[in-house]
């Protein structure tokens, strides 16, 4: 039974049916290593892996648990694409920087499932394809655009119109969309415990309750001493990967993101009837608008869905009050289903919509700002500051650095933030009203 208030982590789906929770310490010694990483999340342990496989002595350090922020909660759609379409994506970061980062989307999904197998992951992994669905006319245009924008870079995009999107959702709600064949969904929490055990085993170390307090310059050596208040670490070089739960241990960083909140409900087991009209191949959903909704089955037959968040940790049932007739419009078949589980987590919104690497110093990495889209970017971006700090080549290093913009008046983000869902709400009302 769902307790109020509701906690964004352990009342989520993903808590009762993850593989068990690596085990680890809280730092509680002072220690020296080459690499220290803030954050035990997606990205955090995909660039620690990298590392400790290429001979680089890694210590992580973590303020609750492993998979606790945002990669432990998520809806697990491992998706491909940034806010921005791939043409846009060029204008924006120029040709040169921008042909890598092309290539790595393309290469995203499949990567991740990739890795899944080659290090015998247990966390749920199906590669059952991606469809986005258009409510009006003009989304849909946007989606064939991007498709033909993909093609051009090596990604098949199949267009859907009305009657086959119809069958491959199960719901009337969409007029055409897109199939994006190598995507899929991953148990989040499960990915991320998996992740955590393979850097254990590759020879990192994992501090769980080991909030970093403090970030200094060594007095008189290059590098850092990471303090967490109880122990320290000290190293040659920092990577801060800590996306939605950024606080202010890096001076001016916080002000970069937004901490924007996702819900997701899930349903009772569905009876193998409606498992076969809804979502009969276990395909993802996203519906493509201001206020996107998404979906996905779980392994047992469960359907979760998920959209925007009020701007707090904490939840209670009427927040998901809206979301459960989201979900019904879309499937009315779901109409006096059980809700079994109800949670949410925080993301990170950039001012220009994009994730960035940021190197305020050669020894410091800060990379994060998926704005709803880190399962796969964030995995990508782990390995992208591995090779980074690898020095490999662009292909592997293939994220530009950017300095990312602040977020003025950045104290009255919550006010801001959902001001803006309100009108992108009212927005996607009017547009649709108009289609
Ligand atoms: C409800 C929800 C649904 C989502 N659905 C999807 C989806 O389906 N597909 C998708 O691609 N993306 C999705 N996202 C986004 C995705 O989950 C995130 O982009 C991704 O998990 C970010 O991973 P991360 O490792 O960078 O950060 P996180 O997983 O958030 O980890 C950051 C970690 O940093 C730690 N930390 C913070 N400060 C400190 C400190 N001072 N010291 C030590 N540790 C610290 C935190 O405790 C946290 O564990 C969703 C997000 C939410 C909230």
Redesign the pocket.
Known sequence: MTQFPID?FQSALWFDTAVTAPSTEPLNEDITTDVVI????????NAAIELAQNATNVVV???????????????????VGLNLSPDALVAHYGQAAAEPLLAALVRTPQTVFDRIKQFDMVCDAEQTGWIQGAVTPKRLAEQQRQAEEFARIGLQIEELDRATIARKTGSGNYIGGSFIKPCG?IQ?LSY?RELARVALDAGVKIYSH????TLKRRAEHAGWIVS?GVGQVCAEQVLV???????S?VSGLRQKVVPA????VATEPLPAGLQERILPHRS?LVEKRRMVL?G?YDRDGRLTM?DH?PMRDQFCLDDFTDLKNRAIDVFPELEGVRWDYH??????ITKDRLPFLFAPTADLLI??G?N???????SM??LAMASRLLQRDVEHAFMPVTTPDEFVLHAFHEIGATMIIRWDMLMDRLEESRA
């Open positions: 964004g803030i954050g035990a999340g997606i990205t955090g342990l350090l973590e303020a609750g648990v492993v998979g606790g922020g945002a990669s432990g909660r998520n809806g697990g759609q491992v998706n969904s989040p991320t080991s909030a970093v307090q967490t990967c800590t996306n939605g739960y950024t606080d241990t909140r996702s819900i997701q993802t998404y996905r998920g968040g949670w949410g987590g925080r993301l990170a990379g994060m998926y709803g889209r880190g399962v796969g970017m964030g971006m782990g």
